[in-house]
């Protein structure tokens, strides 16, 4: 099991940029996908990016996709995610989890951190 802590949350205007964090402990945190999920109220869970253990293979939501990047660093445990170009329906807790196989559904996680909410203002 790997436990995950987001940061990197906050309010941010239209058009501005954040970068997320997800902190990992663990030594086997290099041999998992991560994957970033977000949810508001009234909205069900959605896919926004994953990446897998070695970087080499990257997913994005077609909102996303353009605005985001995912990136980690295996020596220091973590995965990150830029957001670029923030529009207002990108407000929500933002969320990172943890697979065997880099995957877009949430069902294929297992590990999850608490969240880290973004707000985006117009």
């Known amino acids: 099991q790997v436990q995950l802590v987001e940061s990197g949350g906050g309010l941010v205007q239209a058009g501005g940029s954040l970068r997320l964090s997800c902190a990992a402990s663990g030594r086997t945190f290099n041999s998992y996908a991560i994957g970033w999920f977000r949810h508001s109220p009234g909205k069900e869970r959605e896919f926004v990016a994953a990446?897998?253990?070695?970087?080499?293979?990257?997913y994005y939501a077609d909102s996303v996709k353009g605005r985001f990047t995912i990136s980690r660093n295996n020596a220091k445990n973590t995965v990150y995610l830029q957001m670029n170009s923030l529009k207002p329906e990108d407000t929500a807790v933002y969320c990172c989890?943890?697979?065997?196989?880099?995957?877009?559904?949430?069902?294929?996680?297992?590990?999850w951190g608490q969240g880290t909410q973004v707000t985006v203002s117009s």
């Open positions: 989890a943890a697979a065997r196989n880099i995957a877009t559904l949430p069902t294929d996680f297992g590990s």
């Open positions: 990446i897998s253990w070695n970087g080499g293979s990257t």
